[in-house]
């Protein structure tokens, strides 16, 4: 019900983030091109700075200006500044553009970079990042701020009735008076079944039932009615559904029919037919598919900065122990596709078939095998495990879509056999390089379904930033060979 305002409310926003974003840059431009008339003052007398005058008019800068309103409205969408508008709260305002502060600077650098923006100078780079910051935070601030307050005092409300007395209603009625920000006024509450004998409901009056639901509207003149019935008594409601229509007032009939504990429901349409769709994994299409650019580019710009290396490690492991560079296994990708995972092999050749005998050794107490020196291992293998350089030629892997940078890691194919249920459900993301269980100990968590809570704790709250906080904590555990055997 809320749908509609919502999308008005976010292209308006969007715009007038462009329009603050493209006000910056001006300031930013005239601040940069005054800075040398601050020497002046001479406020650092043994400091001796030197920043080159800026040269010709801000029309000029005319498509960085454009480049950088986009890149940050990309960024601010994609950090869900314009998902949920109504709830957010100034604290939570100002971490999401920080946080796309940061994006939005690596993205417009890379832009300078590659369109060779030269006459961008740092300077005038860092005051544009600076400013715009703060203004969207100040904007956002106070618009916000208006908007509740508004809400708040009575204006500019949604009235609607609600058809239904059941537990849903009720929870229902107590979200909006929590939510008086929403703009959501409850006319009164219409009986479906005409056997609610009470006269009011949470202290919203019933006003009549079912049968009498086109008087209802035009003596409250409703411009909405919520049809909050169970699954039930869903055929009932279509007459009143009908004299919606024909009265030209909105229906929303709400489909919260399942007690869901993890999916996430979303309304879809396949050629004008309907659809529920009920899904746990995440499914915002834009992070997603900036997901796939970042492992694209990185993956690709690891393959060929990394191949001399590469190269190097494939002949040390052929010269120091029998059997080939690579070690190849099936592994299970994105809900249970089958692909080849590459690895340099870090056991001698018969490792596979000596496994069976090291069976009561094994650490972990669930279907994968992990044991402390593992003596199929080789000498060079326990260095290349210890620093993950064993898995650096699954960036090819990445590359090629078979998996991420970051995400539960692939599960072998027997392994998955013997998964529990909920278990399986780690398998609706694509597999990755690194994750949480990665960052979080590796080895030193011997506890299986402690491994896939943090799996299932990744698709839960996935989000680029997430991402981005795991590969940066990557970095040590590599670097200090953390939790590796």
Same mark, same amino acid.
């Given at each position: *019900?809320?749908?509609e305002?919502e999308?008005?409310?976010?292209e308006?926003?969007?715009i007038?983030?462009a329009?603050v ?8 431009f005239?601040?940069r091109?005054?800075?040398h008339?601050?020497?002046? %003052? ?5 400091v001796e ?5 800026v040269t010709?008019s ?6 960085v200006?454009?480049t950088?309103a986009?890149?940050w409205c990309i *960024?601010?969408y994609?950090?869900g500044?314009y ?7 100034v604290l939570?305002?100002?971490s ?9 600077a690596?993205a %417009? ?7 060779k923006f030269k006459f961008v100078s ?8 600076l400013?715009?910051?703060?203004? $969207? ?5 106070i ?6 307050h508004?809400?708040?005092k ?8 609600i ?8 929870k ?8 008086k920000?929403w ?8 009986d479906?079944a ?5 006269k009011e409901?949470e202290?919203?009056e ?5 049968g009498e ?6 003596r409250?003149?409703a411009?909405?009615?919520v049809? *909050?019935?169970?699954?039930s ?7 009143a559904?009908?004299e919606?229509?024909?009265l030209g007032?909105k229906a ?8 869901l504990k993890?999916a996430?429901a979303r ?5 004008n037919?309907?659809f529920?769709?009920f899904e746990?994994a995440?499914?915002?299409?834009w992070?997603?598919?900036m ?5 694209l580019?990185?993956s690709g710009?690891g393959i ?8 190097a490690?494939?002949l040390?492991?052929? $010269?120091?122990?029998k059997?080939?560079a690579?070690f190849l296994?099936k592994?299970?990708g994105l809900n249970?596709?089958? %692909?080849v995972l590459?690895?340099?092999r870090t056991?001698?050749a018969d ?5 069976a &005998?090291?069976?009561?050794l094994?650490m *972990?107490?669930g279907?994968?095998?992990k044991?402390k020196?593992?003596?199929?291992i ?6 290349l495990?210890k620093f993950?350089?064993d898995?650096?030629p699954q960036l090819l892997n990445? %590359?090629r879509?078979?998996m ?9 194919y ?5 998964y ?11 597999p990755g390089i690194?994750c949480?269980?990665?960052v979080?100990?590796r ?9 896939m809570k ?6 839960d ?7 981005f &906080?795991i ?5 040590p555990?590599v670097?200090?060979g953390i939790?590796?055997?």
């Open positions: *019900m809320l749908k305002r999308k008005f409310l976010r308006a926003t969007i007038l983030d329009i974003v493209i006000i910056a840059f001006g300031i930013s005239f601040f091109k005054s800075f008339y601050f020497y002046k %003052f001479d406020l650092l007398p043994s700075v030197v920043a080159k005058k010709g801000l029309s000029e800068y005319t498509l200006i454009l950088g986009l890149v *960024m601010l994609l950090s500044m998902k949920s508008m109504r709830t957010k709260s939570e305002i100002t999401i553009v920080i946080r796309s502060a940061f994006f939005a690596v %417009f650098s890379a832009v300078v970079f590659f369109m740092r300077f005038l780079f860092v005051f544009f990042m400013i715009s910051s703060a203004l $969207l935070i100040l904007e956002k601030t618009l916000y701020s208006i908007i509740h508004l809400r708040k009575g204006y500019n409300y949604r009235r609607f009735l058809v239904g007395t059941g537990r849903r209603t009720i229902f009625i107590r979200r909006i008076k929590a939510h920000e703009g959501l006024y409850i006319l009164g509450i219409v479906d005409g056997s609610y004998t009470k409901l202290g919203i019933v006003v009549g039932n079912l639901i086109a008087n209802i509207i035009g409250l003149s411009d909405e009615v049809f *909050m019935v169970p699954r008594r869903l055929n009932y409601i279509e007459k559904v009908y919606c229509e024909t007032v929303t009939v709400a489909l919260d029919l399942f007690d993890i996430r309304q879809t349409e396949l050629d037919i309907p529920i769709t746990t995440p499914s915002h299409q992070q997603l598919f997901k796939r650019l970042i492992d580019f990185i710009l060929i900065l990394l191949s001399i290396p590469l190269l490690v494939a040390l492991i052929r $010269l120091t122990s059997g080939p690579l296994q592994r299970i249970g596709r089958k %692909f590459f690895k340099f056991m001698q490792a596979q078939r000596r496994r &005998k090291l069976e009561s094994n *972990m107490n279907p994968v095998f044991m020196d593992d003596p199929r080789t000498g060079l293998g326990k260095f495990r993950s350089i898995e650096l990445v %590359f879509g078979e991420s940078l970051v995400g539960p890691r692939p599960a072998v027997k392994e998955v056999l013997q529990e249920h909920w278990q399986r459900r780690r398998l609706s993301m694509r690194t949480l269980w990665q979080s100990g080895n030193k968590i011997a506890d299986f379904s402690e491994w943090l799996d299932l704790q990744y698709v709250s996935w989000s680029l930033w997430l991402d &906080k590969l940066m904590q990557t970095i555990v670097i200090f939790g590796a055997h």
